[in-house]
């Protein structure tokens, strides 16, 4: 569980002028999810600053202001307690039920001891903690880039899909696929505690349009058939919303006991035709999405459905497959650097947990 709080991803909207100043953000201000439909958003929190916006901030009624006292602690100090390990464990201590707490109790919340040091020691760890910090969210930055050099090197090689600018023979999703498979409608148990377990994937292993194995659901006792996804492998995301449905990954690496749940279907190729990997950054290409999510239907905005014969029934632009394959090799290139990033930033955050159990593990 990671309880930080990016505020890029955090909702807002204006309010009236009048509104209460007694709810008025201040630099340093720290913010934590009270109440959420979902347990995991229970106890996120970010550090307020003032250059996020040009306009004044208020904190609504799902949100808890912490005002840390300048005096005794700074305030990345008790950011940087609330998001460790040790204050995870509290927060998840909070919760002992099954069904998942899906608001804070604030009474044990604020009740909970805070390790202290000298204000010059905790200034200290808080630089050095900043440090590695920032150069955790700079390799996060990397996989991102690599994405889009791979989005950059697709166009040049085949133009935009939607003007078919390159002028492609246009084929029908049909002939280009040589197989569906749907994955199995399974309940899951809760968070994966052994990797002894089989776990069915959430949708969310696929939506970033990245391999997720970790997003994924303990269950006890596996369906008798299933479908567990390999390397290069085309997951598609069939339901979800408007936003997210039609999502696209490949399957980067192999990952044990994991199968594919009814909401994700593994799409194979016809070789002699098309490329998996050219296949998701076809459908990944933000015009073509429009394409396919308006074949999406479903009553409510917030979960559509796309079915197999809509999806097959798609004109798709179908450069030769030679090049597709060239393009293929440069993809796998680019996993396998996102791949060493990855490691990277284990080691980096590996780093940053022994900072963190230095600065608090033995505060007073």
Not at 107 to 112: E, F, H, N, T
Not at 220 to 246: C, H, M, Y
Request: hydrophobic share 40%; aromatic share 8%; proline share 5%.
């Amino acid at each position: 569980m990671n309880n930080a709080l990016d505020f890029a991803e955090v909702a807002h909207r204006a309010i009236p002028s009048a509104h209460s100043q007694a709810k008025k953000l201040a630099e340093g201000d720290i913010i934590v999810v009270t109440s959420s439909g979902s347990s995991d958003h229970i106890g996120k929190c970010g550090v307020f600053s003032e250059g996020l916006s040009k306009e004044p901030c208020y904190f609504s009624n799902f949100m808890l202001r912490l005002r840390p006292d300048r005096h005794q602690v700074d305030p990345l100090w008790l950011y940087y307690w609330l998001t460790s390990r040790r204050g995870r464990n509290i927060l998840e201590k909070m919760n002992p039920t099954t069904s998942g707490l899906r608001n804070l109790k604030k009474g044990l919340y604020l009740a909970q001891s805070i390790p202290l040091r000298p204000m010059r020691e905790q200034q200290r760890f808080v630089a050095m903690l900043n440090r590695v910090d920032a150069i955790r969210r700079g390799q996060r930055e990397i996989p991102l880039l690599l994405e889009e050099v791979v989005r950059s090197v697709f166009l040049e090689m085949f133009g935009n899909p939607v003007r078919n600018d390159k002028g492609w023979a246009l084929r029908s999703a049909a002939s280009c696929v040589h197989r569906i498979e749907t994955g199995t409608s399974v309940k899951g148990d809760g968070e994966l505690t052994s990797p002894d377990k089989w776990a069915v994937l959430k949708i969310s292993a696929v939506t970033s349009g990245r391999y997720l194995p970790t997003e994924c659901k303990s269950v006890g006792n596996p369906p008798a058939k299933l479908i567990v996804p390999r390397q290069g492998d085309l997951l598609f995301s069939r339901a979800n919303t408007r936003e997210l449905v039609a999502a696209t990954c490949l399957v980067d690496h192999d990952a044990e006991r994991l199968f594919l749940p009814d909401k994700l279907w593994r799409i194979t190729p016809n070789a002699e035709l098309a490329t998996a990997e050219y296949i998701r950054f076809l459908f990944a290409d933000p015009g073509f999405r429009q394409t396919l999510t308006r074949h999406a239907t479903g009553t409510s905005g917030s979960m559509l459905n796309i079915s197999q014969q809509k999806l097959l029934r798609l004109r798709l632009p179908m450069p030769p497959v030679a090049l597709q394959q060239q393009f293929a090799e440069i993809v796998w290139i680019a996993y396998k650097l996102r791949a060493r990033v990855r490691g990277a930033i284990l080691h980096t955050d590996e780093m940053f947990e022994s900072f963190t159990r230095a600065a608090f593990e033995k505060g007073a």
